[in-house]
């Protein structure tokens, strides 16, 4: 029989996560970013099973986009980081794709493009993120003089820094820059990522762009939320092995992990070359016979090996979850000091992603 190492992409999470996200905003219109593979989830898989209720895509990059219209997915993507090199302005045009435009060389290439072969555009601007976008001061003005580019489809986009963090008044911040500069130009906008769909109500405006919670992952600090997100994958795998170590023994590279008793352990096949975090510390949890069991011992590339001395009968073939309905993403990325963002985007390209649906 094959590893059993998977990755379980949960299409009825994946719907109703979208659909919950998106009735927080029903003046606005939503649209799944399927960026880095739906981070990780597998972008064609995403995009054919939230088709019927994501009008649009949002992608990093066009390449990305290419690959859904190679999969005959045919809505209109948004491509977020805009055109890299000038021929990509055609390209979007072939494709359908809408271009994010955050700097001026890019809508020369624009204009270099053929007047009946030109994309639709959005324009980005920097609210206080710092990372891409026109400044505010400037927007007026390329409004103004890039008006012959501008159509009925063109919105003005800005990004959040801190929107998961409900304490954060710089959103307010955000918020409010834009808005004051935005307000003069009569363009549509478009603000809110996730966290900002739940947190920020104000943020809420003509497209809000849905990403890592339509996947299940962390979109507040607060405890407290009006909807409920489930889990999109479960990473999974299986025992390979079974052995009892008396007291005293260490466990794998560089023996970090020592048994103070004698202690049945359980090796499983998968490491960090299938994205489980090689940062993981001993005693991050995973689920076995209904039960939770620990990583004792550095992760392998290849295998892990977790601590089974509390649970009985534990067998070669038994099924571990990584993370998933039982074991919460983000408390495995708190183990490797990191987020579910990366945790998600890295599961590698030798775990299948098997598509239940329900
Ligand atoms: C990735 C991304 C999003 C989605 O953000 P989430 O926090 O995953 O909801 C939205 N807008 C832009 C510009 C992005 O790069």
New binding site residues.
Partial sequence: MSRQTQAIIHADALLHNFKALAALAPSSQSMA?V?ADA?GHGAVNVARILQHVSSRF?V?IIEEAIALRDAGISAPIVV?EGAHQAKECQMAFQHNCIL?MHCEEQLTWLESCPEQQRPHIWLKVDSGMHRLGFALSDIEGITAKYNHLLSEQTVI?T?FAC??DVDNNFTNTQIDAFNQVASKLDLPTSVA???ATVNWPASRNAWN?????VYG?A?STSQNLDIEIYPAMTLRSSVLAVRTIPAGEGIGYGQTWVASKPSKIATVGIGYADGYPRHCKNGTPVMIRGKRAYLAGRVSMDMITIDVTHIDNVAVGDEVELWGQNVPIQEVAANADTID?ELMTRVSQRVPRIVKYL
């Fill in positions: 970013v960026k981070y949002a990093a977020l994010v986009a990004h929107a998961d990522n996730s966290p762009r849905l990403g890592v919670g992952g979109v963002y």
